[in-house]
């Protein structure tokens, strides 16, 4: 009797779209993040990757009708989607791309015997750079290739090294989100406001284009973008500004920089207030607005600016670490069970004990490689440890954020393991070796904006609750993380050396991102290593024990209004260029609620679907046009 044939819940055809897409992905971020200045991974969903999915699936569509067997079902859609965006994250300007500018720069930039021996001997290991000086000169000149014999020897072992470690990096933080995923998606319901227009759009595709509330709002983004992008070329055009302008109604005296503001109508940032939950967008701009208060009250009373009065960093660092503790708090129960699941004696195991099993030894190893990692790269023990231990906090809790209210920009400048630990117990504190290894690792902690571990967690939501899906999904995002680390280091060294990274036909992020490593950050640590601010210390206790404080509030009082979460970005990059949109979004949903109710708001929904799917999708395409034609376009953001 023959075995049943079992059809893949993913098939190959999918998987083939999506490396083609990560292919051009690949090219369309160096372009843009590196070339320009639009940056497509600076917040989620991915502009690009939505773009692809408007794409692939209005083809599909087309496809569809004519040889339905032969289309992508909306799985393999949410696939697509999925492997751009986890890919994308890989090479983002948060991720790889700095990790590339990095390793050639001490060995051009720096190359003198005092710059040498000052900062990089003894400090970084040289097996971790790319050391020859003739073959990085052609990465910063330009007008080169990378493909001479003598150029891929000097970088090989640097791009296996560093590859090896974003595979152990990633699929950690994979293993970490299949342990997060049930208890947040299942048991918590946490909405995914993010993966709400993809799974619209590729869930059922038909109900959605044909939309008409949808299409509405389509047409007013879409028109306003191409209007704008007309008037970029052509100044006689008139405009409708939505992008980021700076207000200063006070223009002298201390009170200039608290009231200062940004102001911005971004249409993707409106549907995203919009969509999440209605207290956790009002917590947004409440917060913000209560922190520039907060510097307006510092300017006032005086505090010099060296003091770094009101410490707003470490406010932020403590709310984050005091919500990481009360999420694993929650979770205590959800992993303990799945601990017993993982390891209990059944034969055949179950699904659930197999996937377990793998996700908590996935986890451990990888978390006991990358420490491992570090001790052998020179950094103290028990600074590597606490190092990898931050890190993981933190990506945590920007997967938290998503999951729970979706705010798009979960920046944290100097809010990363190194930056903390510096700023709390002072340089001095550190070996040479430790500083040098925080400088080296300035690409996975200088920003967290392009953050991998949460379009994990996303494409196992979007994968839904059955299995087969999940492990179908999983394997696919994997594949598209490690297929991305090579794919990134071919697609940005040819282009490097091709047009220089030190030149002018790229913006300042050729060399900016390892300046800030190697020309700021490492020499103030060593030559001049600060001692430990009691004030950093205690407005890290502080804010800890304000989010713990407002977290006790919410489980309290049903109905308290103000999050934790909110506190801790409110100092944020992201929220001083998306307040306004975020606040437009709230109102309104709070309007349509009150007026017309859950199925009103149902309805508002698609025509606010329309106003991020019309802008992203004529902004993508000025990307694209000026991508192909080698020249200036609108940048619809930032």
């Not at 005091?322 to 017993?340: C, D, G, I, Q």
């Not at 996935?362 to 440890?385: E, K, N, Q, R, Y």
């Not at 979004?585 to 025509?607: D, I, P, T």
Request: with cysteine; net charge positive.
């Amino acid at each position: 009797m023959s075995a049943v044939k079992v059809t893949p819940s993913i098939r190959l055809r999918a998987i083939v779209v999506a490396l083609a897409a990560l292919w051009l992905s690949a090219r369309w971020i160096f372009h843009g993040e590196i070339v320009r200045y639009t940056f497509l991974t600076l917040a989620a969903p991915f502009c690009h990757a939505i773009y692809i999915l408007l794409v692939v699936t209005l083809a599909n569509l087309l496809i569809g009708r004519r040889y339905p067997r032969a289309a992508l079902t909306g799985l393999e859609l949410l696939c697509v989607y999925s492997m751009v965006s986890v890919g994308s994250a890989v090479m983002s300007c948060d991720m790889q791309t700095i990790l590339v500018t990095q390793l050639p720069y001490p060995a051009y930039m720096l190359d003198t015997p005092a710059k040498w021996s000052e900062l990089i001997q003894g400090a970084v290991p040289e097996w971790l750079l790319v050391t020859d000086r003739d073959a990085v000169t052609g990465f910063f000149r330009g007008n080169s290739t990378f493909w001479r014999a003598d150029v891929v020897s000097a970088w090989l072992r640097p791009i296996l090294i560093w590859t090896v470690v974003l595979w152990v990096l990633v699929l950690t933080m994979q293993s970490m989100c299949a342990l997060l995923r049930k208890a947040w998606g299942e048991d918590e319901r946490l909405t995914f406001p993010i993966v709400a227009l993809p799974m619209a759009m590729a869930g059922e595709p038909r109900a959605f284009f044909s939309n008409r509330a949808m299409w509405l709002g389509l047409s007013i983004a879409a028109l306003i973008t191409l209007l704008n992008g007309l008037s970029y070329l052509y100044p006689a055009i008139p405009s409708i500004p939505i992008k980021r302008q700076t207000i200063i109604p006070v223009t002298s005296g201390p009170l200039t920089g608290p009231t200062t503001f940004t102001l911005s109508f971004y249409f993707f940032a409106i549907t995203l207030g919009f969509i999440m939950p209605l207290d956790l967008g009002v917590s947004l701009w409440v917060f913000f607005l209560l922190y520039k208060s907060e510097l307006a009250y510092v300017a006032v009373q005086g505090f010099p600016a060296e003091s770094r009065a009101p410490f707003a960093e470490s406010q932020a660092f403590g709310a984050y670490l005091a919500v990481f503790m009360a999420s694993v708090w929650r979770l205590r129960r959800h992993l303990k069970t799945a601990w017993r699941v993982a390891w209990a004696r059944q034969s055949p195991a179950s699904e659930d004990a197999r996937a377990y099993r793998a996700a908590f030894v996935g986890t451990l190893s990888g978390t006991l490689l990358l420490v491992a990692g570090l001790i052998a790269a020179g950094m103290a023990p028990v600074v590597a440890f606490a190092f990898i231990a931050i890190f993981f906090a933190i990506a945590v809790m920007i997967t938290r954020v998503r999951a729970e209210f979706g705010f798009p920009v979960h920046d944290m400048h100097v809010m990363g393991p190194a930056a903390s630990m510096v700023r709390l117990f002072g340089a001095e504190s550190f070996g040479r070796g430790t500083l040098g290894m925080f400088a080296m690792l300035h690409w996975m902690n200088r920003a967290y904006r392009g953050h991998v571990m949460p379009h994990q967690l996303e494409a196992l939501k979007m994968a839904g609750t059955g299995s087969r899906d999940r492990s179908a999904m999983g394997r696919a995002i994997a594949l598209a993380a490690a297929v991305s680390v090579p794919i990134c280091f071919i697609v940005f060294l040819d282009g490097f050396y091709r047009i220089g990274a030190a030149t002018g036909h790229v913006n300042q992020w050729g060399t900016g991102y390892a300046k800030e490593a190697f020309t700021y950050n490492l020499p103030t640590w060593l030559k001049n290593p600060a001692k430990p601010l009691t004030g950093e210390t205690v407005a890290a206790g502080a804010g800890c024990a304000i989010a713990l404080l407002l977290g006790y509030l919410r489980s309290l009082l049903p109905g308290f209004p103000l999050h934790p979460l909110a506190y801790a970005v409110a100092n944020s990059w992201g929220m001083a260029n998306l307040w306004v949109p975020i606040m437009i979004g709230s109102v309104c949903k709070a309007a349509v609620l009150k007026g017309r109710g859950l199925k009103g708001y149902r309805g508002a929904l698609m025509f606010f679907f329309g106003l991020m799917l019309g802008e992203f999708a004529v902004g993508c395409t000025w990307t694209l046009a000026g991508m192909v034609l080698d020249t200036p376009t609108y940048e619809f953001w930032p």
